[in-house]
T-cell receptor, first 113, second 110 residues
Framework: NAGVTQTPKFQVLKTGQSMTLQCAQD?????MYWYRQDPGMGLRLIYY???????DKGEVPNGYNVSRLNKREFSLRLESAAPSQTSVYFC????????????FGQGTRLTVV | QKEVEQNSGPLSVPEGAIASLNCTYS??????FFWYRQYSGKSPELIMF????GDKEDGRFTAQLNKASQYVSLLIRDSQPSDSATYLC??????????FGRGTSLIVHP
């Protein structure tokens, strides 16, 4: 049981390049999330998907797009990377309903130079 | 003001002591409260959750909730060096979406 799997683990991009972070979960969860974590800022929600076919903006969506490809997969795309997007990105999933635990992927450390 | 507030620390305690980690939240409608532990370079993992006012104990960990004061805490008894990590408070604001505080860094020194 892999849980939440993210790829890649590390990535260096040049300013203006694009890339897609992949996330897949095998727990049959309805809800999936993308967070970024910066020193001193905690986890900030970028986008989330309540269920297959729906996506919504979180706290810091600018510069990002997402796709909920199916129930298992939720990808995050940077169309034109900027140094301000240097961060650690976490994908997470949970079952819907009040008080359910979020399960996290191992994270992607992205550096934009 | 962030919706979920934590002191960033670091909180330094000696081995064997009680570590007390605190979290306040702004939305009175919040229903569910979670504590996650995050080791350096790793992803967060759930330690405790609490829904009702009062205390909830699980081994060396106790979560305390006071909804009237909008305050939730985590006590770690008999702290060990392996407890050294960042502790993230998360709140569900009437939905399933967790909102996280910035985390408190805990250092347990031998």
């Amino acid at each position: 049981n892999a849980g939440v799997t993210q790829t890649p683990k590390f990535q260096v991009l040049k300013t203006g390049q694009s890339m897609t972070l992949q996330c897949a979960q095998d727990m049959n969860h309805n809800s999936m999330y993308w967070y970024r974590q910066d020193p001193g800022m905690g986890l900030r929600l970028i986008y989330y998907s309540a269920s297959e076919g729906t996506t919504d903006k979180g706290e810091v969506p600018n510069g990002y797009n997402v796709s909920r490809l199916n129930k298992r997969e939720f990808s995050l795309r940077l169309e034109s990377a900027a140094p301000s997007q240097t961060s650690v990105y976490f994908c997470a999933s949970s079952q819907q309903g009040e008080g359910t635990e979020a399960f996290f992927g191992q994270g992607t450390r992205l550096t934009v130079v | 003001q962030k919706e979920v507030e934590q002191n960033s620390g670091p909180l330094s305690v000696p081995e064997g002591a009680i570590a007390s980690l605190n979290c306040t939240y702004s939305d009175r409608g919040s229903q569910s409260f979670f504590w996650y532990r995050q080791y350096s370079g790793k992803s967060p993992e759930l330690i405790m959750f609490i829904y009702s006012n009062g205390d909830k104990e699980d081994g060396r960990f106790t979560a305390q909730l006071n909804k009237a004061s909008q305050y939730v805490s985590l006590l770690i008894r008999d702290s060990q060096p392996s407890d050294s990590a960042t502790y993230l408070c998360a709140v569900h604001r009437g939905s399933y979406i967790p909102t996280f505080g910035r985390g408190t860094s805990l250092i347990v020194h031998p």
